[in-house]
């Protein structure tokens, strides 16, 4: 079948409508490109134009109407939320005279998780369907008078193209575990030096002392406990950021709508809850996004945000755990680092040189970093 064109521009996700969202989306297996999660950050008042986040989606269709490909796609007014830092060339552009806000931002807000960002129906040429994404998001980014086009986490295929396509390609780490087809938590720990599986069990031991520890999803999650989980999360919030990015609305949304991906593990002692983590399930791995707690317990975040999602993806079969952003005390408890990625269209050439030349040199760094870490540092057995 025919494609269009040109691709239209919609202000919500709901213009679009999760039918034709989601025929573009859902092969993909990634919760955070679904139509339910876009649309519950944007009627939660999370992802909208006051809050900085202009939703500027972009679909495509075939020449019967039908949706062949979709790109969320927002025009920022700062680059908070983002989890892949560019304040230093918003800075150095305008110290220069330069005007680096609005501009475009292909994500999921608040999200730094891998994902698909061109999303294209199946059976739909995908070369074509990509390009033609790209080129009306680059003609929104010059019609907004926007300074970049910026797509972060994206699939490593779909970076190698987007640098093919001559935007910069910009590399960094996180920390990922691996499931190397464990039978369970005790057969993961058989892997690792001796040392590292009696420190593994002794913080679970301190850890779940004098606690119950419950993980929740599906009908199992209540109000009572997002009421709970927001405490935890306004607080470390807070304290940790200086402004959470989440409303209450939007947990019962997620909770409402998308309650068969989400697993929420939550502690309390006494009856009374006392800390909690939220994981969001794909088709091939479990994605851990927020923590919080309100009664300081020794390695309770480390149970909680890296054992139990362990345990659990080995108990479903899932290939990895993403824990987010940052965090090298990640290597000791079995995630390894991993390179995650992000492709930047600069449309001021005194700019654009700049950034090339700084994200070229940042690349080769994070792979030798990777490298190094991995051989320094990998709680796992050597072999011979």
């Known amino acids: 079948m025919k494609l269009k064109t040109v ?8 213009e ?18 679904r139509y339910d999660f876009l649309d519950s950050l944007e009627a939660s008042d999370c992802a909208v134009e006051r809050a900085g986040w202009g939703p500027t989606h972009l679909r495509l269709d075939h020449e019967d109407g039908s949706a062949a490909a979709v790109m969320p796609l ?6 908070q939320g983002e989890y892949i830092f560019d304040h230093a060339w918003a800075e150095a552009y305008e110290r220069a005279g330069g005007r680096y806000y609005p501009k475009l931002l292909s994500a999921a807000p608040f999200t730094p998780a891998t994902g698909p960002r061109l999303l294209v129906r199946p059976g739909v040429d995908e070369g074509e369907a990509r390009r033609l ?6 003609a929104v980014c010059g019609r907004n008078g926007a300074s970049s086009l910026h797509v972060n986490f994206p699939t490593e295929p779909e970076w190698r193209w987007l640098g093919e396509r001559g935007l910069a390609l910009r590399e960094g780490r996180q920390y990922h575990w691996l499931n190397a087809g464990y039978g369970d938590f005790d057969d993961f720990l058989g892997a690792l030096s001796s040392g590292r599986r009696k420190t593994i069990r002794r913080e679970r031991r301190d850890a779940q002392a004098g606690l119950e520890i419950l993980c929740l999803t599906g009908a199992e999650l209540t109000e009572e406990h997002w009421d709970a989980f927001f405490g935890f999360y306004m607080d470390t919030g807070s304290r940790k950021w ?10 019962s949304l997620l909770g409402e709508r998308m309650a068969d991906r989400v697993l929420l593990v939550m502690a309390r002692r006494g009856g009374r809850w006392i800390a909690g983590a939220l994981n969001l399930i794909g088709d091939e791995a479990l994605f851990g996004r927020n923590w919080g707690c309100v009664e300081d317990v020794p390695f309770l975040h480390f149970e909680l945000c890296y054992y139990q999602a362990i345990e659990w993806a080995i108990g479903r079969g899932l290939a990895r755990v993403e824990a987010g952003a940052q965090g090298e005390h990640k290597i000791s408890r079995g995630y390894l680092p991993t390179p995650v990625y992000s492709a930047h269209y600069i449309a001021d050439p005194a700019l654009r040189a700049p950034v090339e030349r700084f994200v070229a040199q940042e690349r080769g760094n994070v792979e030798r970093e990777i490298e190094w870490l991995a051989e320094e540092y990998s709680p796992f057995r050597k072999e011979g």
């Open 7 to 14: 691709v239209s521009v919609h202000r919500r996700i709901s």
């Open 16 to 33: 679009i409508g999760r039918e034709a969202w989601d025929d573009c989306a859902n092969a993909a297996g990634n919760p955070f490109v």
């Open 74 to 79: 927002y025009l920022k007014g700062h680059s």
């Open 133 to 138: 994404l790209l080129e009306g998001a680059l």
């Open 242 to 251: 200086g402004r959470p990015y989440l409303t209450r609305a939007f947990f």
